[in-house]
């Protein structure tokens, strides 16, 4: 007879890892006992020789598959007099580092909400061991019901016996329930009033003649219409005080969705994994969608149900409801945050909406659906949220223990835990008060959920940035880290990168260390030494953030050395002449004229000057819509030149600008458009060539939102892979400034352990 001592760590709690292992240990014959622990979980077994080595081979190979094992660490202990396997309750006081995040509703609770004579028929709040919401009803942890907001719903003794049952699916299940004893669903009308009856009858028939209807779903509301009502879109668009930017459409299954856009089977596997991310897929355009979804554009953001509320929408057969793609889009004020609230619901969405379809469940954290993609053979992350936050990214070395506050856009916070950072839910733009209001209470709630105790705050330099006003004001030690190297090391730290590398940063804007606007930076360096090898010549921004609103300031702004009398006219045309004759007063004067060397300006002026927006809702539409209309047939490039100064290499983007304008005589817009994509990707390889001459790194980083753009990433990952270098890109995490809170933490932590404020400066 032999014991053994294991300590598992990892995303093992709330995937039903306990259940496994008593039934594992069952089937092998092994007395003992586990608990959730600390670190995970945490487990003594006893048996004979033979049983042990099988139990610990059987372990991995057939955990579930929601689970994530790190680490198994097993210790030799003496027997002792025991004749069974028992769960026992977790160890209170201390907690798991691995809050998991919520589990898309599993194939076998659907099959049971459809079937007729399951105790758990049109049960649509159905969710089992392995399914079900996880952190965002989570109050504390460890994981277990009476820490959640199920606490509430205490379970009937029919449920009881299956939660006792080792045999059974539900075994240890915590968020499990019936309709008998769990939560129930409900319909109101747009003032928030009960209206008795079926909910989805309701919500049905209100869809179907092309209303709009709040959905209360996993991590906040959502509002809902018919994505085949050109009406019902616009009118949801207006209503929500919403730009141009495209909205997802979450479709019936499987077979719906392949029918209305192109399908891989990596992108198959993600949109029916647990998580249930939006994924951009190119639009097959079959007409069942409403233009005004995503108008123009190629691509759609598509997901699947992922909870049996909208499970209940698409296949109800008894109101006939019919309903095979639905717009879902984030149940707030365009830039505010996610309402979780019912009463809140009630009051601010009720002019938005037609009634409300939702539960008497409540929601602890507002989690923000995912947006992902394919590139490069991977998935990369556009917004990190629901299904993925707040599960660890493990950076291979322990941290400091800080806060990184992220930066202004986007806003993600982190906060670290030995090798674990911890990102949290999208959390929105902090210009807004109430975003910048939930924030700050999101990051005390975060920091008593994971029992995380900061010695620091990492934020952007920017000095008006929410984020930077928030460490500067917090009782924490803080360091300021330059927004386009947090950029470069989020990818060091996503990827663990050792060794030096070269980072390109092409993004929208971050504050520069001379006071200046960067965003088109090319860096090389490790750890805490980086020096700035290149960069695009500042070019003035007129207005400073209305030229992010305006492109069409950013046009002129390329050109205004050379002049445009074509350009000229089309802002004359546009009546918008007589405000550049003011602009260009106050560039001479140097009022509000902030300069930049940002690629994402760059591209918003290209796209500007060619015929894309002049006036942009949102940072990247102009972008967008340039990458969008490039013909990838098309063939040619412009000239750039490199110069060397005493502060590094230099390329000039007024002279690319220049070549524009006078092509736009000869060519379509598409085959400029693919001609500027082509010498941006070139001057990347060739910039990167350069600084391989002077340093010998060979591998290279792409970062920042400007690498978002397909397009432009095919092109300078494949120009790179050819000259030789290895190109890094992480998944799941977003290059954009939803990704950034990694890399302040990873190089703050640096800065921290060398004692040094500027990574410039420091010698090697
Ligand atoms: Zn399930
Ligand atoms: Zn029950
Ligand atoms: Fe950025």
Redesign the pocket.
């Known amino acids: 007879m032999e014991r053994r001592h294991l300590d598992i760590s990892g995303l093992v709690q709330g995937v039903g890892f306990r259940p496994f292992l008593y039934n594992l240990a069952a089937h092998e014959g092994i007395t003992g006992w586990v608990r959730n622990n600390f670190g995970g979980v945490e487990l003594e077994i006893q048996g004979e020789k033979s049983k042990i080595s099988s139990f610990l081979k059987n372990l991995p190979l057939q955990a579930p598959a929601a689970a994530v094992i790190d680490s198994v660490a097993v210790v030799d202990i003496p027997a002792v007099s025991e004749s069974k396997f028992v769960i026992l309750t977790s160890e209170s006081g201390q907690i798991s580092g691995s809050p998991l995040p919520d589990q898309g509703?599993?194939e076998?609770?659907m099959e049971e909400i459809r079937n007729q004579t399951d105790r758990r028929s049109r049960y649509f709040l159905n969710?089992?061991i392995?399914?079900?919401p996880r952190f965002t009803i989570m109050e504390d942890l460890p994981f277990d019901r009476s820490r959640t907001s199920m606490v509430k719903f205490p379970l009937c003794s029919k449920c009881q016996a299956e939660y006792s049952s080792p045999g059974d699916r539900r075994f240890h299940a915590q968020t499990m329930a019936c309709p008998e004893c769990g939560p129930s669903l409900w319909f109101a009308d747009s003032e928030g009033e009960m209206v008795p009856g079926d909910p989805f009858f309701h919500a049905g028939k209100i869809l179907n003649n092309g209303g709009i209807i709040g959905i209360k779903g996993i991590g906040g509301y959502h509002l809902a219409c018919l994505a085949s009502s050109e009406q019902a879109v616009a009118r949801l668009r207006i209503l929500k005080g919403r730009d141009n930017r495209a909205f997802a459409v979450m479709f019936r299954d499987m077979e719906t969705l392949k029918a209305e856009c192109e399908v891989s089977d990596d992108e198959a596997k993600v949109l029916t994994s647990a998580a249930r991310p939006i994924l951009l897929l190119k639009q097959i355009r079959t007409g069942r969608i409403a233009h005004s979804v995503n108008p123009d554009l190629k691509e759609l953001g598509a997901f699947l149900p992922y909870t049996g509320i909208h499970l209940g929408l698409f296949t109800m057969d008894d109101n006939d409801s019919g309903i095979s793609a639905l717009v879902m889009t984030s149940g707030n004020r365009s830039g505010e945050p996610l309402t979780i609230d019912d009463s809140l619901a009630f009051q601010e969405l009720t002019f938005m909406v037609d009634g409300f379809l939702g539960h008497n469940r409540p929601i602890l954290w507002r989690c923000d659906d995912s947006v992902m993609r394919f590139g490069q053979g991977k998935l990369l992350g556009i917004r990190r949220s629901r299904g993925y936050a707040p599960a660890p990214v493990k950076v291979g070395r322990s941290l400091v223990p800080l806060l990184a506050c992220g930066a202004q856009q986007k806003n993600v916070f982190a906060l670290t835990k030995g090798e674990q950072v911890f990102l949290s839910p999208h959390q929105g733009d902090l210009d807004q008060l109430e975003t910048f209001i939930s924030y700050q209470e999101t990051i005390l709630r975060f920091q008593r959920l994971l029992q995380c105790k900061p010695e620091w705050a990492i934020h952007d330099l920017h000095p008006d940035y929410n984020s930077t006003m928030f460490a500067r004001n917090s009782s924490l030690k803080t360091i300021g880290v330059q927004h386009h190297l947090a950029h470069v090391n989020t990818v060091i730290a996503a990827c663990q990168i050792e060794g030096p590398v070269i980072g390109v940063a092409f993004d929208g804007s971050g504050y520069g260390t001379d006071g200046k606007i960067w965003g088109g930076e090319f860096f090389s360096g490790e750890g805490a030494c980086w020096k700035r090898n290149a960069f695009f010549s500042y070019y003035p921004m007129p207005g400073g953030e209305g030229a992010v609103r305006e492109p069409w300031r950013m046009a002129a702004s390329y050109l205004q050395p050379t002049g445009s009398e074509r350009f000229l006219n089309r802002l004359a045309e546009k009546k918008l002449a007589d405000q550049w004759t003011a602009l260009r007063k106050a560039i001479q004067l140097g009022i509000n004229t902030p300069y930049t060397s940002s690629v994402g300006r760059l591209f918003d002026g290209v796209a500007a000057l060619i015929g894309g927006p002049l006036q942009v809702g949102y940072e990247g539409e102009a972008a967008v819509w340039l990458e969008n209309i490039a013909d990838n047939t098309a063939a040619g490039i412009y000239r750039y030149h490199i110069d060397h100064g005493e502060d590094g290499f230099r390329v000039d983007p007024g002279d690319i600008v220049t070549q524009v304008l006078e092509d736009m005589d000869f060519c379509e817009k598409s085959v400029i458009s693919m001609k500027f994509h082509r010498t941006m990707a070139a001057l990347i390889g060739e910039m990167v060539e350069k600084i391989y001459a002077q340093t010998g790194y060979k591998q290279v980083v792409l970062s920042g939102g400007v690498f978002q753009n397909r397009l432009l990433l095919d092109l300078a990952v494949e120009i790179l892979h050819n000259e030789g270098f290895e190109v890094f890109l992480p998944e799941q995490i977003p290059l954009n400034d939803g990704g950034i809170a990694l890399g302040q933490a990873w190089l703050g932590n640096l800065m921290i352990e060398r004692g040094i404020t500027d990574v410039f400066s420091s010698s090697r």
């Open positions: 509703i599993c076998t609770c969710s089992c392995v399914c079900g």
